[in-house]
């Protein structure tokens, strides 16, 4: 088997369009095939798309097995974790409960990335109030397809609008629950989880553009060195401090790497750059957050420092 690289240096780059989020997954589930870590599976799905929203499907799922392994390999899944309220644990109000020996989930989810493409759904849910006031959540799995389970698409993004998004009514939804804490286990760790995947999806797709655009020896080795650090993240542990602190780095070289691409998408095929200057506003989208991670990382290795 050719290592991830020599893949994405000399896999034939696939010049069929891909027309919709099946399409897409389609030849995601292809790459899979090929490579066993969830990261490398995101890198190459990400080489395989032929835009940045479909990359971000790619990351986006592996994240999803990267954080929870049993997860089916050919089913789309979606977190469902944000409320009207917002996804912090206070604001979560949909709610998980026993009911003659079943689990059972009420509530809503006002934004499930996938929508109803979702075959699966990874809730977050309330089990109750903590002693000290704290909100007690769980994560359950729900079959979609479930009765008690009402997805409705939202309208599309300004950017990447191949993606879907859905709210989610869950009224007595089956569940089967998922062992450890909601927040600690699941919702808090997938933010890093996300991050890292989909930043190596992202990148994957780069090394597809410059070579499908001829771009020099030099950029396309310098994106499979981007590609060598965010794959070298000790993804194992995304609550680490250090890890946090590691991927702010990988995020400065990307941000200073795209810079110094930017002139290159002159020979870029035109549709390929239209859809990369709408849709690069994706990337930013979580930045204010993982701004305050690395923040907070930075104070628990010193935390008498006062220089930020």
Not at 86 to 104: C, K, Q, S, V
Not at 164 to 177: C, R
Request: aromatic fraction near 8%; charge should be negative.
């Amino acid at each position: 088997m050719d290592t991830l690289f020599d893949f994405l240096l000399t896999e034939p780059v696939a010049t069929a369009p891909l027309d919709d989020v099946a399409a897409a997954w389609t030849r995601h589930r292809v790459a899979a095939n090929r490579f066993d870590q969830p990261v490398e599976i995101a890198i190459a799905g990400g080489f395989g798309a032929d835009r940045l929203g479909f990359a971000f499907l790619s990351g986006y799922q592996e994240a999803l097995r990267t954080l929870i392994p049993d997860l089916s390999d050919d089913e789309l899944v979606a977190m469902c974790a944000t409320e009207e309220g917002g996804g912090h644990p206070a604001a979560i109000r949909t709610t998980l409960t026993e009911r003659d020996g079943a689990w059972l989930v009420d509530g809503t989810k006002s934004f499930a990335t996938m929508g109803s493409f979702a075959r699966q759904l990874v809730v977050i849910a309330s089990v109750g109030a903590a002693p000290d006031g704290r909100n007690r959540l769980r994560a359950c799995m729900v079959e979609a397809g479930e009765a008690g389970v009402c997805l409705a698409d939202r309208p599309a993004l300004p950017f990447a609008p191949e993606v879907p998004h859905a709210s989610v009514v869950l009224t007595g939804a089956p569940a089967l629950v998922l062992p450890g804490d909601g927040y600690l286990d699941y919702l808090k760790p997938f933010r890093t989880i996300e991050d890292i995947h989909v930043l190596a999806a992202t990148l994957g797709w780069l090394v597809r553009v410059a070579r499908a655009s001829d771009w020099p020896r030099a950029s396309r080795q310098q994106l499979l060195t981007a590609v060598a650090a965010v794959r070298g993240l000790d993804i194992a542990a995304p609550s680490s401090a250090g890890v946090h602190i590691a991927l702010g780095g990988v995020f400065e070289l990307f941000g200073s790497l795209l810079a110094e691409l930017e002139p290159l998408w002159q020979s870029a095929d035109p549709v390929t750059r239209q859809r990369w200057e709408r849709d690069r506003p994706l990337l930013a989208t979580a930045g204010r957050v993982r701004g305050q991670r690395l923040t907070a990382a930075w104070r628990a290795i010193e935390p008498d420092d006062q220089s930020e």
